[in-house]
């Protein structure tokens, strides 16, 4: 792909299959799990055998060998129908797979990733915690050494894809020591089941009923050292790369429910009439439709740009902000403005975009707030090297 961003023929392909499943499988029931609070199994099996959830790993994990940019495809199509089943996907690979995938021991790639890039089971990410939110740093969550083993007390919060009937398990962030004065996190799988892994009843949300989230809590849980990922104390590095994959899939995710929010906007707008005309026909509404494609647009290929820097396997902390800022202030923007269109009937969750306005908002929220993603984008500028905590500790820590 070049600088023109044409997408290769494998990539087209997958685009369209998942633009077919989205609009022949997903679509059609996504009302029916929203209102029912239901976690979509079937459908979730049915994207495990097109291989979604192992799409940009390579075969030899278990996965499907495409690229990353296929992946947010992949995200964009199915969250053009749901963004609840969205996020399932992509907490899944970006969250759950993505951890083991890039740090953990060939024993822990062995053992997990077959299963997880089928879709048969998913692993969550336990980073967020009562306390430490924004500044994820923070972990209170302890893991103390006693032996063989690690011993774990905390509370996470907000964990998705962690209590399903197919979860297996979470990686946590936990401080295992210090290291010259500061705490000393690491990433330590979890597997579901483990004596004093506790799990909340799922949490009731404004929007993204049919993702699972839920708080966890660990009392005294007892796992293997093996069950470390990467080194010890290499938690908060892992946690940044992690987070810049999952960014550009927030953003993908976000700019197929802003696409979702045009689609629906341009059909209502020809069908309705008011005034003896449909509303395509007034200009203010022309405005509306003509913003939203523009910064759709720009969205996407800011998406797509980072997305070919991972795939390029250069660094893409920078862009990864910058798309995520973009398209989820976009989607919720473009949410509003099909609201607005649809008049009251908008505002009725007979059509779908009642939907995408209330599913819309946490993408400027999770995996880190738009105030975060700026802080981010503006310690590049700034030459802080993509970190908050540095820029936030003022001049001269670069
Ligand atoms: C549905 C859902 C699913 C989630 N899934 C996961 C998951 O799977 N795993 C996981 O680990 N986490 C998950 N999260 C957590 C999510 O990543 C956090 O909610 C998010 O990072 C914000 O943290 P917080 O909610 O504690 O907000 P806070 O950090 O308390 O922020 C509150 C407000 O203060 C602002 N703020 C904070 N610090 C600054 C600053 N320095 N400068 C300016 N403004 C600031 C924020 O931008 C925000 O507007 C999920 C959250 C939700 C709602």
């Not at 089971?121 to 336990?126: Q, R, V």
């Not at 949490?203 to 080194?231: M, Q």
Request: glycine fraction near 12%.
């Amino acid at each position: 792909m070049g600088l023109c961003f044409d997408l290769t023929d494998e990539q087209e392909a997958i685009r369209q299959t998942c633009g077919e499943f989205a609009d022949q499988v997903v679509a059609p029931r996504a009302a029916e799990f929203d209102r029912n609070q239901e976690f979509p199994y079937s459908v979730v099996a049915q994207m495990g055998e097109l291989g979604l959830f192992g799409l940009p790993y390579p075969t030899a994990v278990g996965g499907a060998g495409a690229d990353f940019v296929s992946y947010l495809l992949a995200l964009e199509e199915i969250s053009r129908a749901d963004a609840a089943l969205g996020i399932t996907l992509e907490a899944g690979v970006s969250l759950g797979i993505a951890p083991i995938f890039h740090f953990g021991s060939e024993q822990q790639r062995e053992r997990y990733l077959p299963e997880l890039c089928s879709g048969r089971g998913l692993w969550a990410f336990g980073l967020t915690e009562p306390e430490a939110g924004s500044d994820a740093a923070g972990t209170a969550t302890k893991a103390v050494r006693e032996g063989g083993e690690y011993v774990i007390d905390g509370t996470k919060s907000f964990i998705t894809n962690a209590g399903t009937e197919i979860s297996r398990g979470v990686t946590i962030t936990a401080v295992t020591g210090n290291s010259g004065g500061r705490p000393q996190i690491s990433a330590i799988m979890v597997e579901k089941g483990t004596p004093g892994y506790r799990q909340a009843p799922p949490y009731r949300k404004l929007g993204w009923h049919a993702s699972d989230t839920r708080e966890l809590s660990f009392d005294s849980c007892r796992v293997p050292i093996a069950n470390l990922v990467g080194r010890e104390g290499g938690g908060f590095g892992q946690f940044l790369k992690v987070l810049e994959g999952g960014r550009i899939a927030i953003a993908a995710l976000s700019v197929g429910v802003a696409q979702a929010c045009l689609d629906a906007s341009l059909g209502y707008s020809q069908r309705r009439r008011q005034f003896g005309r449909t509303l395509s026909r007034f200009q203010a509404t022309q405005m509306k439709l003509a913003d939203m494609a523009t910064q759709i647009e720009l969205s996407r290929l800011m998406v797509w740009r980072a997305g070919l820097l991972v795939d390029q396997g250069q660094p893409a902390g920078r862009f990864a902000a910058m798309a995520k800022l973009q398209a989820s202030e976009t989607a919720t923007w473009c949410a509003n403005q099909a609201v607005q269109i649809h008049g009251g009937a908008g505002f009725m969750e007979d059509l779908p975009v009642a939907r995408y306005y209330r599913d819309v908002k946490i993408n400027e929220i999770g995996e880190g707030t738009s105030e975060i993603q700026r802080l981010v984008i503006a310690s590049h500028l700034l030459g802080f090297k993509g970190s908050v905590s540095s820029l936030l500790e003022g001049p001269g820590t670069a």
